[in-house]
């Protein structure tokens, strides 16, 4: 027998008792509020967390104090309390202290099927929960009669070599340990950590006088919530069932009733019309004074209404951003507490087209969800199939073993992308987060076989070219067939949070938006400019491709000069669309940067086709294409290497920046263009590039009569360009960290080839996050923040900023504010994110500001 | 006219003038340092530097008090004196004085036939070098008639449009101001430039009374030094010419004496022994007093010596080091001062076998030297044609466009690599360099076309297999044909002056070896222990790669571990091998580093073989293979990676280095291993490795019954790595900055595609040097040294070094001394280069502490 010790850790739960949620747990101190909202809960007594901590390790309360309160033999239930309700804990039992005895004084009371029906749930979940007997000899029987008891009485004492404990202090007692032994087991510990709770989280337990829901009179129990826990809109929803306990109105083959009086049947509101007032009354009080949108279990006892218990009404992220404006616009919570209710993730939710809740999920693979949202269509495998089943208006995901830069029109043609290769920032990846399109990459136990047109699952299904499939770009799931979808919701509030958002941040939001489809997305997101524009995205077209191949094979630097003629009014007229779009907004355009490889063929096919279109013998031209290939191309002949070496790209990029910003002038429209230059190791590569593009603006400026100014900055994005930001920061004016490449040079880790064994890496603990999904602070942010130190000690009105995937991340966007970034530039669809998670960190620091 | 200032910076020189090199120049204060040592120097005045700089911008000197020492219409010469002789300078100007009286006067003297030639080359000297007049109007005629005289008069005045300048002073005049001009032109700074001089170097003249060598009784002049310039080794070498001036003696068509008494003619020894005697005796005393070994031009007047200049003696490195260690063995010098009168690359000429210097070079192309030598052979283009070629003890050359570890067994069958593709620190270069294989890479103007077998040059010449190309890794070049070769030398001088920079220097040596003959070298040199063994290479043999490739393809973990098992012995044998040759001095073994598919085929035969030799469908081997390809190999699934997540690799590994070591434990030989982790980026990836490890270690101890020590360490070569070192350093006893990797992380640029446009960029200045060539200390640098300190403050006892392609230059060596390093380790091939250079170091701190 456990010896028991006095403490006092025990609080009957009163208006005045002193109680926290820390201490005694969310439930306990949400009771404490219901009673000081004076409404009618049972008595109850609140088991703190240490005393719930020495009844696991052995040592009880005093339990004649303990059941003082509730007078004599009584029954009572006990419930976990535990600080954060998301972490759970053991399951309430319910009926404490039904006994022989209290078999027979019930049964005059509620009649003796009730109470039989009582005693018979009590003893199965005291042996299964508390005795941990076998559960399969407990079933509860269906008809609640003298036999069923006896069996279950005697099964109880064969199974537990015991008879029954009728002592109601000795159940209460068991009933107390064996909750709080379950909170340290392993599995709920897991559990609970999963859900971020910390390794020393607390559980505290309140026992309270049962409210029957059983007797002559009417009696039942119940669930009532004020709003649609999807939608967010008002509406009375919830179940009632007479002669019931618990939540077992919500059981699905319960015959409850509905809540309101409409065309679905019988009602509450009519059964019990003043109970149902109360309860409305309630939930208006509740929402008022608890600041939140509840769920209220009750029970009526003989006719009056007993409130036992109420939760944070759990909700859809849709619902939660309605319910957050809702109560900040009634002047329930301020505004930024709004902000601080909706979790910047998600929004994403709101974003993009879902996969039902309610959906069958028929799965056939699963990868790395490298961009949200869902998205159906037929099986293609290659870019011109996308583009053909787009010609033809016919839906298509676009499956490949990886993507390059050839499959950018084909993913603008499908609706979704999948890929067996590649990690969270391998091409696939990034194209569509940027695109808003929905994307899973690294499948890697999907076969594609492209000769046969068909993907093969891990367990042997085939689905070929044509076959539908739904792709889950939030879960990384590949859905066979077509499950049903929820459309994107930016309503109302969702703007409204968002303006409240922008209200109260204090760093810029930028998109890095490469085509004016982006640009648009990224004014409808309200970001402030465009971050990031990778101009070589824009080469790709078919006809550019041409001209860019033709640059490539050009013998001199006259020949590619000719070549690139061709292409300068296709970019200024990219440009002048763009400044258009922007309206004024600051534009930061990237020069050229990929190795120019990428813009020819791989396969045969392809030279040969390159050699028709070039007039030169295939063995010219696969020589060549051989020639520039590279062992590493991210390490390679690129960006301003490039623009070193082959001047002429540069200069024509240039050309087309700047009669772009005369063609806009001209039409009254100021645009200040901000040109940055890629892959800088050396402030020498910086001092040439400026030299050659102030050239070229002086002779754009005279030959047009027009002047304007420009910004000329540097993408830092070696380890080198960082360390040597301050010689750097004298010929730019801003400094961007493009922190993608920067990740990948810090770690020395090739984003591509990474997915491998990323998903390994992160399960054993090695790197405690994907560094290119999560930002890596301690070593990548080092170097950012050295380079950003010594930038602005070079020059101290130096322009600051993020820009790459990790920008529209909360670690990155707290990262810069603690350096003073200027703002972050992110993919279109993370500008609301960005935004949300910016202005929340304010709120945050408001709130603790040491933190 | 040019005014002409009063000013006082003509110096006679005299036993006690104030003067000094840096003022004066080299060869004023070396006539200084002769006239002190009672040699018969005639009167010479020394014009400083300002006062020449004077002269070339208009204001002479006081050409009275200039000519006042010299007496009475004497003839004159002037010299150029620049600080450093080898800064080159204007050509002597002799016999200035010289005009139609002066030529009666002569005439007297010495006859009027040399008295005439004596005029003829003065205007012809004066007339091309001080008037700039045509050169092919001014021949020194064959035979010194009146006739020619009065020609050369005619045209002289023709060209320069006023007759020949008769006035002595007017003469010396032109000749300074020409002199003192020729100094500042555009090819003359650029030339001195290209030789370390700095921009603002300085050039003084030296005027000199002529001593004719002209005359009745037997006078004429000649040149003597002491030692072979080639070899260093004491002979008395040179040349007379009895009625010549200057250098005439030294012209291959002059009828000149030798100046020794042998089988090969006349002598000076013969001719006049006196004078013979009294030069010997100026031989010992300039050796003594001046410190050096000196070349002597003199000039017998009339039977009497005079000594016009003395030049310390040009020579090959090899006489370098035998004249500096002569000259501290007989107590001339101090030992540290030999060790600073030696270049340390000078010693690659020593270590390897190179073109020799009169050769006759018939240039078939130019790469980069990649590393130095010479080797001759017949052109192979294969690794499979070079091993056949070894086998007919046929040398050869190897010939690819580029090299990749495939063809390691084909380089090590040849004489020398030549590729047309890579860098500094390719492949090729890389491995050449470890083997002292002569090796030239990058040699793009090439074009190799393996399916013809030819080598087609720039200019279109064209070699095919089998013809015979040699090879200067030292200078780059390809040579068609045969030229004569010189012998290395590694003379008991190289190895006496090794052993004085071990007894000065204070940082360790150790050289980079991954063979068993690679650490024999080491030794050789006297390396202190090996700093990195690269394991890996000993897995490209051919029943190991066989093996390795069944490893690769294994399905599960047993299965690897079973076919790994079979590389166990081997990699046992090459252990005790390694520890065995080194003797108990430190190795360290860096675990297995490559990608796995280096070991794989890429081409169809390839897979083909590899298919069969795995019996499996070349379908499932070609899909595998493609699998396994990466974008970014440098970036990707290597080091560290692949230990973590395939960990049977290392436990191999890590068994037979501890198996090796309880071998040569129980012949009595206690070897402590290094086991070195590479490419880590975060201290867990160490922690996870030494858990495997040290329970291997345990395990090897309790089966052997032997205990062992061992240290393991982390190759930091990830600018993560760096950042992070004291969180590494908890789990690493030692730190080895692996600077090829560091580099290339940090700038982003892979080593192997930087080749394209290293040239360029150096060429523009846009990095000083090729950061894979010279220690990048103000980037990569900075890391090294943030990375040091960091693990330091962790564990103060940790040990630092530098391994890898920089490790044995001076730039590197100074780095890793300023930063406490323990040691660097290099190439063995570079070892003495390294341990002169550590040592160099001390001795220059200590001569100038504050540098």
């Given at each position: 027998m456990p010896h028991r010790a006095n403490f006092s850790n025990l609080t009957l739960i009163t208006p005045t008792a002193k109680m926290s949620a820390d201490v005694h747990g969310g439930r306990a101190k949400c009771l404490q509020r219901l009673v000081r909202l004076d409404m009618p809960v049972p008595t109850t007594v609140s088991l703190d967390f240490k005393s719930v901590q020495s009844i696991a390790s052995g040592t009880m309360p005093d339990m004649d104090v303990l059941i003082e309160p509730f007078g004599g033999a009584p029954l009572l239930s006990v419930r976990p309390s535990s600080e954060d309700p998301d972490w759970g804990g053991p399951g309430a039992i319910l009926n404490i202290g039904m006994n022989n005895t209290k078999l027979v004084e019930l049964s005059k009371e509620v009649g003796e099927r009730a109470a039989t029906a009582?005693?018979?749930?009590?003893?199965?979940?005291?042996?299964?929960?508390?005795?941990r007997l076998d559960p399969d000899e407990f079933d509860v029987p269906s008809e609640p009669t003298a036999q069923a008891l006896e069996a279950a009485l005697s099964a109880y004492e064969a199974d537990a070599e015991e008879p029954f404990p009728q002592d109601p202090i000795r159940q209460l007692t068991e009933v107390l340990r064996s909750m709080a032994r379950a909170w340290e087991g392993t599995t709920a510990r897991l559990l609970r950590q999963a859900k971020g709770a910390p390794a020393d989280a607390g559980l505290g337990l309140v026992v309270q006088a049962m409210a029957l829901g059983v007797g002559a009179s009417e009696s039942g129990s119940g669930v009532i919530q004020y709003v649609d826990e999807t939608t967010g809109e008002t509406q009375i929803k919830g179940r009632y069932l007479s002669q019931s306990q618990g939540r077992e109105a919500l059981s699905l083959d319960a015959p409850a009733i509905y809540l309101t009086r409409d065309e679905r049947g019988a009602s509450l509101e009519e059964l019990c019309p003043d109970i149902f007032a109360e309860l409305l009354r309630f939930g208006d009080v509740s929402r008022l004074r608890l600041r939140e949108e509840m769920q209220i279990e009750f029970t009526i006892e003989s006719n009056s209404l007993r409130i036992l218990d109420a939760v944070r009404l759990q909700r859809s992220s849709r619902a939660g951003v309605k319910i957050a404006v809702a109560l900040a616009d009634d002047g329930v919570i301020p505004r930024e507490e709004a902000l601080m209710r909706v979790e910047p993730v998600a929004l994403n939710e709101l974003l993009h087209r879902q996969v039902a809740p309610q959906a069958v999920r028929d799965v056939f693979g699963q990868g790395i969800a490298a961009s949200p949202g869902a998205a159906r269509g037929r099986i293609v495998f290659t870019a011109n199939e996308a583009q053909a089943s787009a010609a033809r208006k016919e839906a298509c995901i676009l499956v490949r073993r990886e993507t390059t830069p050839e499959d950018i029109r084909g993913m603008h043609a499908a609706q979704a992308v999948v890929t067996v290769r590649g990690g969270i920032t391998s091409h696939a990846a990034v194209i569509g987060r940027g695109m808003g399109l929905p994307c899973v990459v690294g499948a890697s136990d999907l076969v594609v076989d492209a000769?046969?047109?068909?993907?093969?699952?891990?367990?042997?299904?085939?689905?070929?070219?044509?076959?539908?499939?739904?792709?889950?770009?939030?879960?990384?799931?590949?859905?066979?067939?077509?499950?049903?979808?929820?459309?994107?919701?930016?309503?109302?509030?969702?703007?409204?949070?968002?303006?409240?958002?922008?209200?109260?941040?204090?760093?810029?939001?930028?998109?890095?938006?490469?085509?004016?489809?982006?640009?648009?997305?990224?004014?409808?997101?309200?970001?402030?400019?465009?971050?990031?524009?990778?101009?070589?995205?824009?080469?790709?077209?078919?006809?550019?491709?041409?001209?860019?191949?033709?640059?490539?094979?050009?013998?001199?630097?006259?020949?590619?000069?000719?070549?690139?003629?061709?292409?300068?009014?296709?970019?200024?007229?990219?440009?002048?669309?763009?400044?258009?779009?922007?309206?004024?907004?600051?534009?930061?355009?990237?020069?050229?940067?990929?190795?120019?490889?990428?813009?020819?063929?791989?396969?045969?096919?392809?030279?040969?086709?390159?050699?028709?279109?070039?007039?030169?013998?295939?063995?010219?031209?696969?020589?060549?294409?051989?020639?520039?290939?590279?062992?590493?191309?991210?390490?390679?002949?690129?960006?301003?290497?490039?623009?070193?070496?082959?001047?002429?790209?540069?200069e024509m990029q240039a050309r087309a920046i700047f009669e772009a910003t005369v063609a806009l002038a001209e039409r009254g429209v100021i645009v200040r263009p901000e040109i940055m230059i890629p892959l800088v190791s050396a402030r020498r590569e910086v001092e040439l590039v400026k030299t050659q593009i102030d050239a070229l603006a002086a002779e754009v400026q005279t030959k047009s009569g027009q002047t304007f100014d420009y910004n000329l900055g540097v993408m830092v994005e070696t380890p080198r360009a960082a360390l040597r930001a301050g010689d750097i920061a004298e010929h730019a004016t801003f400094l961007s960290f493009g922190t993608n490449d920067l990740t990948q040079m810090t770690y020395g880790l090739s984003r591509d080839d990474a997915g491998r064994f990323m998903s390994d890496y992160v399960r054993q603990g090695v790197y405690p996050e994907d560094p290119f999904h999560s930002f890596d602070v301690e070593g990548v942010g080092e170097l950012v923040s050295i380079g950003a130190n010594r930038g602005r000690s070079?020059?101290?009105?130096?322009?600051?900023?993020?820009?790459?995937?990790?920008?529209?991340?909360?670690?990155?966007?707290?990262?810069?504010?603690?350096?003073?970034?200027?703002?972050?530039?992110?993919?279109?669809?993370?500008?609301?994110?960005?935004?949300?998670?910016?202005?929340?960190?304010?709120?945050?620091?408001?709130?603790?500001?040491?933190?």
């Open positions: 009582l005693y018979l749930r009590f003893i199965q979940a005291f042996a299964v929960h508390v005795a000769r046969k047109r068909q993907l093969v699952s891990p367990d042997g299904r085939v689905l070929v070219e044509g076959d539908m499939l739904t792709v889950d770009g939030t879960s990384g799931q590949l859905l066979v067939g077509e499950p049903p979808l929820r459309e994107a919701s930016l309503d109302g509030s969702f703007q409204t949070l968002l303006s409240w958002a922008d209200d109260v941040r204090d760093i810029g939001v930028r998109a890095n938006a490469d085509t004016p489809s982006d640009a648009q997305t990224a004014r409808n997101f309200a970001a402030q400019g465009i971050g990031l524009c990778r101009t070589e995205h824009m080469f790709f077209d078919d006809d550019r491709l041409t001209v860019m191949r033709e640059m490539i094979f050009a013998d001199d630097a006259e020949d590619r000069r000719t070549t690139l003629d061709r292409l300068l009014p296709m970019q200024r007229a990219d440009f002048i669309e763009l400044f258009e779009i922007m309206a004024g907004q600051p534009v930061c355009l990237r020069l050229f940067d990929p190795p120019l490889h990428e813009f020819l063929p791989s396969d045969r096919a392809g030279l040969r086709d390159l050699a028709e279109a070039l007039d030169r013998p295939l063995s010219d031209v696969t020589e060549r294409v051989g020639e520039l290939r590279e062992y590493n191309p991210m390490l390679g002949m690129r960006g301003v290497r490039l623009g070193v070496s082959i001047p002429e790209i540069y070079q020059r101290n009105d130096v322009v600051l900023s993020i820009c790459g995937e990790h920008a529209g991340t909360t670690d990155a966007i707290a990262f810069a504010r603690a350096n003073r970034f200027d703002y972050v530039s992110c993919s279109p669809f993370r500008v609301p994110v960005a935004r949300l998670s910016a202005a929340r960190l304010v709120v945050a620091e408001k709130l603790s500001p040491r933190r």
